[in-house]
């Protein structure tokens, strides 16, 4: 069954209780080897240690991000605005004659709006769509060549 991300995104609440189910399932699991003896207090720890430490990780890569989106967005904003300003300045007031000012001004600003989510979340979103199965490649393909390119073969299938 494929995960339907239309309909997890149309309830996005859904998204904490699945996440704390796993993690509900991971404890059991995780108690249930140390009760029956086949995991030891070392790695209970272990396994706490390496479990924070990638929420840690994986919180301040998140920040990061964001901010790296808005520092993007805001760059393409602040040069776009100065070159439709330059380009207005330079035609002068004959542009006045063909479309009224307050038409360039919204199609400016709508226009630089939707170029700041094209530059703030479609291309990172893009370009680390395309770089997730080459780094699963990568990883796996020491372990086992075969499955790395079937994984790699099937991603490429589901995309094309």
Known sequence: ???NKRLIHLVKESKKYIAQNVFC????TL??????????????LLTVLVAAAA???????????????????????KTLREKIYRKLTRLGASYNQQVATSAVIQMAVEGVDQLEIYF?????????????PLTLFCVLAPVSLSVALVLLICVREMSG
């Open 25 to 28: 399932q991971w404890c059991a």
């Open 55 to 77: 929420l840690l990780i994986q919180y301040g890569m998140t920040l990061f991000a964001s901010r790296m989106s808005f520092l993007s967005s805001k760059a393409v904003k």
């Open 120 to 132: 703030g979340a479609y291309l990172p979103q893009f370009f680390y769509a395309l770089l997730a």
């Open 31 to 44: 108690l249930e080897g140390l009760w029956l003896g086949k995991a030891e207090g070392k790695m209970l």
């Open 1 to 3: 069954m494929m995960i």
